[in-house]
Protein backbone atom coordinates (compact mmCIF):
# COMPACT_ATOMS: atom_id res chain seq x y z
CA UNK A 1 0.00 0.00 0.00
CA UNK A 2 1.56 3.42 -1.30
CA UNK A 3 1.15 6.21 1.21
CA UNK A 4 1.94 10.15 0.57
CA UNK A 5 2.70 12.81 3.57
CA UNK A 6 2.60 15.93 2.47
CA UNK A 7 4.94 18.37 5.31
CA UNK A 8 5.53 21.85 5.86
CA UNK A 9 4.90 25.09 7.30
CA UNK A 10 1.47 25.87 7.52
CA UNK A 11 2.02 29.68 7.26
CA UNK A 12 3.95 31.61 4.83
CA UNK A 13 4.64 35.53 4.47
CA UNK A 14 3.63 36.90 1.20
CA UNK A 15 6.99 37.26 -1.40
CA UNK A 16 8.24 34.28 0.71
CA UNK A 17 9.10 30.85 -0.90
CA UNK A 18 6.60 28.42 0.08
CA UNK A 19 8.46 24.64 0.42
CA UNK A 20 6.76 21.38 1.22
CA UNK A 21 7.73 18.20 1.12
CA UNK A 22 5.91 14.70 0.73
CA UNK A 23 7.19 11.35 1.74
CA UNK A 24 6.34 8.31 0.22
CA UNK A 25 6.00 4.94 1.58
CA UNK A 26 5.39 1.44 0.39
CA UNK A 27 7.31 2.41 -2.79
CA UNK A 28 9.73 3.82 -4.68
CA UNK A 29 9.60 7.37 -6.20
CA UNK A 30 12.04 5.63 -8.96
CA UNK A 31 10.19 2.64 -9.54
CA UNK A 32 8.81 3.01 -13.14
CA UNK A 33 6.36 3.96 -14.54
CA UNK A 34 5.43 6.99 -12.11
CA UNK A 35 4.83 10.42 -11.70
CA UNK A 36 4.98 12.08 -8.66
CA UNK A 37 2.39 15.34 -8.55
CA UNK A 38 2.04 17.96 -6.49
CA UNK A 39 -1.77 19.99 -6.53
CA UNK A 40 -3.71 21.82 -4.71
CA UNK A 41 -6.77 23.37 -4.40
CA UNK A 42 -7.64 27.49 -3.32
CA UNK A 43 -10.74 27.78 -0.81
CA UNK A 44 -14.09 27.79 -2.52
CA UNK A 45 -12.16 26.68 -6.40
CA UNK A 46 -11.22 23.15 -8.05
CA UNK A 47 -8.04 21.52 -7.56
CA UNK A 48 -5.41 22.31 -9.74
CA UNK A 49 -2.24 20.40 -10.73
CA UNK A 50 1.01 22.39 -9.75
CA UNK A 51 3.54 19.91 -11.55
CA UNK A 52 4.94 16.48 -11.62
CA UNK A 53 8.62 14.60 -11.04
CA UNK A 54 8.58 11.92 -12.99
CA UNK A 55 10.43 8.64 -11.91
CA UNK A 56 13.48 9.22 -14.03
CA UNK A 57 13.90 12.67 -12.37
CA UNK A 58 12.05 14.92 -15.42
CA UNK A 59 9.64 17.29 -14.52
CA UNK A 60 6.59 19.18 -15.70
CA UNK A 61 4.78 22.19 -14.83
CA UNK A 62 1.95 24.07 -14.60
CA UNK A 63 2.36 26.84 -17.48
CA UNK A 64 0.60 29.08 -15.32
CA UNK A 65 2.82 28.49 -12.38
CA UNK A 66 6.33 27.67 -14.30
CA UNK A 67 7.83 30.66 -13.76
CA UNK A 68 7.66 30.41 -9.78
CA UNK A 69 7.57 26.33 -9.09
CA UNK A 70 10.36 24.15 -8.78
CA UNK A 71 10.21 20.33 -7.97
CA UNK A 72 12.57 18.10 -6.78
CA UNK A 73 13.20 14.88 -4.71
CA UNK A 74 15.77 12.94 -2.61
CA UNK A 75 15.68 9.34 -3.72
CA UNK A 76 17.73 8.22 -0.16
CA UNK A 77 15.01 9.75 1.62
CA UNK A 78 11.90 8.77 -0.71
CA UNK A 79 10.99 12.47 -0.92
CA UNK A 80 9.72 14.67 -3.31
CA UNK A 81 9.45 18.82 -2.25
CA UNK A 82 7.59 21.43 -4.09
CA UNK A 83 8.86 25.15 -4.58
CA UNK A 84 6.90 28.27 -5.00
CA UNK A 85 8.45 31.48 -5.06
CA UNK A 86 7.07 34.78 -4.65
CA UNK A 87 3.58 33.85 -2.76
CA UNK A 88 0.56 35.84 -2.62
CA UNK A 89 -2.26 35.05 -0.60
CA UNK A 90 -3.91 33.96 -3.77
CA UNK A 91 -1.20 30.87 -2.99
CA UNK A 92 -3.66 29.89 0.04
CA UNK A 93 -4.61 26.79 -0.33
CA UNK A 94 -4.50 22.95 0.50
CA UNK A 95 -1.59 21.27 -1.26
CA UNK A 96 -1.86 17.79 -2.19
CA UNK A 97 1.11 15.01 -3.47
CA UNK A 98 0.07 11.98 -5.64
CA UNK A 99 1.18 9.34 -7.56
CA UNK A 100 0.40 9.10 -11.11
CA UNK A 101 1.07 6.06 -13.13
CA UNK A 102 1.78 6.76 -16.35
CA UNK A 103 -1.03 4.23 -18.12
CA UNK A 104 -3.58 6.34 -17.08
CA UNK A 105 -1.92 10.10 -16.94
CA UNK A 106 -3.20 12.38 -15.16
CA UNK A 107 -5.41 10.23 -13.37
CA UNK A 108 -4.09 9.88 -9.90
CA UNK A 109 -4.41 6.61 -7.54
CA UNK A 110 -3.02 7.59 -4.98
CA UNK A 111 -3.00 10.61 -2.54
CA UNK A 112 -1.94 12.58 1.01
CA UNK A 113 -4.20 13.97 2.84
CA UNK A 114 -3.25 17.28 2.19
CA UNK A 115 -2.01 19.90 3.98
CA UNK A 116 -3.12 24.31 4.45
CA UNK A 117 -0.95 26.74 3.93
CA UNK A 118 -1.62 30.08 4.57
CA UNK A 119 -0.26 33.09 2.87
CA UNK A 120 -0.87 35.77 5.46
CA UNK A 121 1.85 38.81 6.82
Known amino acids: QVQLQESGPGLVKPSQTLSLTCTVS??????????WSWIRQPPGKGLEWMGA???????YYSPSLKSRTSISRDTSKNQFTLQLSSVTPEDTAVYYC?????????????WGKGTQVTVSS
Open 26 to 35: GGSITRNYYY
Open 53 to 59: IAYSGST
Open 98 to 110: ARVPVSSWPYMDY
